[in-house]
């Protein structure tokens, strides 16, 4: 008996690939209408669903798409068209294997019941055949071409962990490209007895070209090779009962001839592999233990040089630690690279919920997405996601209009939200914007005084920007009633403190009347980062160089108070200065220093200068989390170990700006 539970990974990754496929078609058929290549992805999206659900014992998934299967084939042969009410059944189906993925993830069991879902694919199915939505069947071209018939046989790698799906996928694809007459073995024979074949064959009539058909199933991943020859005889044709499921150990069971044609046979080779996320989260802690020993080994390279001077035996050390660093950038980066995935993955989920959204607030909007390609780091895609997910919810309730108020303000009644993400200045930038209304200071401020969130006193000091930034109080709202959607008071605060958390920062920009714009910046990664060491009593601390705008020395002299806040002028600017020590809670080291380093952090356009006692330089520096034992802190996000084995606090600068009142 073979044992499925090693499979599920695979399982589970190819179930959420085929359900974001299905779905984008979906979407695509409510938008444009029905085309002939989009029918044909949906129904082998279905086709390979039920093959792979079936295999690995999932019996209600496995029932819901076969009947969804069945619906796309009347499609396919011109017995049906697309309907609002089919549609809605698609999402219905689509939301039920949704649900059914959720439960095999987490408990690898299927207790949702479908029986009703599956009913109405069954009555819509057989009412398709007779009722009111049957379109104009597609008749064949008539062509005086003779036919020509080739046996197909296919060989799977060695490699491929579900060889009984990809079998259903390239059954698929074929009848997509050629009218099958013969399968050996059939997929039901090898569902029923043996799940662990290596290969079929296909007695077919190619729709085009028979090389562009070798060409397209090559390309499948997991097909390892294959062999075509034209059927001359179709009772005396040996190689047709020849199962190359289970070839001859040292042959595949073909002629000399056909074995160096098929040796020479054009393959395509998959160009990339699965790898569990463990391996590498494993790859990447040690490449940041490498990270840390070649930091070490340049501080006993100086220590060597400075107690034995330049000799052979230390220009070698110097040179094995050039080297060494070299390598390891180059290795870090590439790990880097290997954790770096597209944004895509997380644009995804969007259409679907503007789509439903957009029905439930009786509103037109159409979303435009940019930057699918962008990378980013896995672990920051993971950490936006409800981020993004409440802004475009605000942007969709809030922001954009009824189509009766946009059409009385001379807009068009359809809103557009735009979601884009690029790659700037060794950042990555997400822009969530809006044609809507736009946000009203003066309402914003009012809000917050009828809150208690500030009073009248400091409303009249801010100006627009400061008054903008009130929404990321906790607490603030300016929906007149609450909603499912949004506008429950909490959630802007939420989101702001998600992107600081990751070292993110958020900016907004409106204009009343006409949108507004979010724009988030991030770092490419959270694994290794670029920290500047400082000295703060008898301690190392560490301060990411992406908050650090420039770095000054000033005489205490200059230092002034305002409103009890010490302040410095720096660029023409007032700049809050506020004591690492006293964030910490760590007494101030004496000194008879004239003067003292202040590190300028920026965060948007607000600034802070940091007071520290010395400045020890900057490197690249491996985060690791303080774990739950000591859970989390006010002014740290983490520590690293330094070159000489010791353990560095790393900063949160947002914390450092809450603290001072710096940021609002």
């Not at 009947?67 to 039920?96: K, P, S, Y």
């Not at 439960?103 to 819509?124: C, G, M, N, P, Y």
């Not at 356009?605 to 303080?626: H, S, Y």
Request: hydrophobic share 40%.
């Amino acid at each position: 008996m073979v044992d499925l539970s090693e499979y599920r990974g695979i399982f589970l990754e190819e179930l959420e690939e085929q359900l974001q496929l299905i779905e984008d078609e979906v979407l695509r058929l409510e938008q444009i209408g029905e085309t002939e290549d989009g029918i044909q992805q949906f129904f082998r999206a279905a086709h390979t669903l039920k093959g792979s659900s079936a295999s690995m014992g999932y019996n209600r998934l496995k029932e819901v798409t076969h009947h969804l299967e069945h619906l796309l084939h009347q499609m396919r042969n011109g017995e049906r068209q697309v309907t609002d009410e089919l549609i809605r059944l698609f999402f219905q189906a689509l939301d039920g294997m949704r649900a059914l993925q959720s439960e095999i993830a987490a408990a690898d069991h299927e207790t949702t019941d479908v029986s009703e879902l599956i009913q109405r694919l069954k009555t819509f199915g057989a009412q398709g055949l007779h009722g009111h939505d049957r379109g104009p069947a597609v008749q064949p071209n008539k062509t005086e071409t003779p036919l020509q018939l080739f046996w197909l046989h296919v060989w799977l790698s060695p490699a491929c962990e579900m060889k009984l799906p990809r079998l259903h996928l390239i059954d698929a694809k074929l009848r997509d490209l050629a009218t099958v007459l013969r399968m050996k073995p059939e997929l039901e024979e090898i569902e029923a007895h043996d799940s662990r074949v290596d290969g079929a064959s296909w007695m077919l009539s190619p729709k085009r070209n028979i090389e562009e058909l070798r060409q397209q199933i090559s390309s499948i991943m997991d097909v390892e090779s294959i062999y075509i020859e034209e059927v001359k005889d179709i009772s005396l044709n040996p190689a047709a009962e020849k199962n190359p499921a289970q070839p001859e150990p040292e042959s595949r069971g073909l002629p000399d001839p056909l074995e160096a044609l098929l040796a020479t046979a054009d393959k395509i080779k998959p160009q990339t592999i699965r790898v569990h996320i463990e391996r590498l989260e494993k790859l990447m802690n040690l490449a940041g233990e490498l990270v840390i020993d070649q930091t070490r080994f340049h501080l006993l390279n100086r220590r060597f040089h400075g107690q034995y001077g330049a000799n052979g035996l230390t220009e070698e050390l110097g040179q094995l630690a050039d080297h060494l660093s070299t390598i390891t950038r180059e290795l870090q980066e590439n790990m880097i690279k290997v954790r770096m995935l597209p944004i895509e993955q997380l644009f995804n989920r969007l259409p679907r919920m503007v789509r439903d959204l957009s029905y439930s607030l009786n509103k037109q909007i159409e979303l435009v997405i940019e930057g699918k390609e962008t990378e980013l780091d896995r672990t920051l895609i993971e950490e936006l996601g409800d981020p993004l997910i409440h802004l475009l919810r605000n942007a969709l309730d809030h922001g954009i209009e009824t189509p009766e108020i946009r059409r009385s303000a001379g807009k068009s009644e359809t809103g557009t939200v735009r979601v884009a993400a690029s790659h700037e200045d060794n950042q990555v930038i997400l822009v969530i914007e809006d044609d809507g209304a736009g946000i009203d200071a003066e309402a914003i401020l009012q809000s917050a005084i009828n809150k208690s969130i500030i009073t009248a006193e400091e409303a009249r000091y801010m100006n627009e920007d400061e008054a903008l930034r009130l929404i990321f109080r906790p607490g603030f709202s300016t929906a007149a009633q609450v909603s499912d959607i949004s506008g429950r008071g909490v959630g802007m605060d939420i989101v702001r403190n998600d992107i600081e958390r990751i070292n993110g920062m958020i900016d907004i920009e409106t204009t009343k009347g006409q949108g507004t714009r979010f724009r988030i910046r991030l770092p490419f990664t959270l694994a290794i980062i670029r920290g500047l060491l400082v000295n703060a009593g008898n301690a190392t601390f560490v301060i990411p160089m992406s908050s650090v705008a420039e770095i000054i020395r000033t005489a205490y002299g200059e230092i002034k108070t305002v409103r009890g806040q010490p302040v410095i002028t720096a660029r023409n600017q007032l700049v809050p200065v506020v004591w690492l020590h006293d964030c910490l809670g760590i007494p101030r080291a004496e000194t008879t220093a004239s003067s003292i380093p202040l590190i300028i952090l920026g965060r948007g356009e607000k600034r802070l200068a940091l007071a520290v006692d010395t400045l020890v330089g900057n490197q690249d520096i491996v985060i690791k989390t303080l774990g739950s034992y000591i859970g989390k802190s006010d002014s740290t996000s983490g520590a690293t170990i330094l070159g000489n084995g010791k353990i560095a606090l790393i900063i949160d600068t947002a914390s450092l700006f809450f603290k001072a009142g710096a940021l609002v």
